[in-house]
């Protein structure tokens, strides 16, 4: 079992920057791809992004392409996701997710962290 706990949200003003932070409970950090998701209030959750198990590879959605970057350290079991440009668009409460290698959904979640981007 896999325990996810985010940090980092926070208020910031439209063109400013966040870094969230998620760190993982569990010895086998390293066979699960993160996710970083999102929800926006009265929407449906998104996809923000995936880092793979060994980080070599990233996708991120069309919407903040060029401005999130998802890294990780499995040697300290965290996943971070730098938020560069920040539009009032991305307020929502972000939460990170773990994926086992070869499984196709994301089976453990974190509580959320509020991101609140003001205009």
């Known amino acids: 079992q896999v325990q996810l706990v985010e940090s980092g949200g926070g208020l910031v003003q439209a063109g400013g920057s966040l870094r969230l932070s998620c760190a993982a409970s569990?010895?086998?950090?390293?066979?699960?791809?993160m996710g970083w998701f999102r929800q926006a209030p009265g929407k449906e959750r998104e996809l923000v992004g995936i880092?793979?198990?060994?980080?070599?590879?990233?996708y991120y959605a069309d919407s903040v392409k060029g401005r999130f970057t998802i890294s990780r350290d499995n040697a300290k079991n965290t996943v971070g996701l730098q938020m560069n440009n920040l539009k009032p668009e991305d307020t929502g409460v972000y939460y990170c997710?773990?994926?086992?290698?070869?499984?196709?959904?994301?089976?453990?979640w974190g509580q959320g962290t509020q991101v609140t981007v003001s205009s």
């Open positions: 569990g010895r086998t950090f390293s066979s699960y791809a």
């Open positions: 880092i793979s198990a060994s980080g070599s590879s990233t």
């Open positions: 997710a773990s994926r086992l290698v070869g499984r196709l959904d994301f089976d453990y």
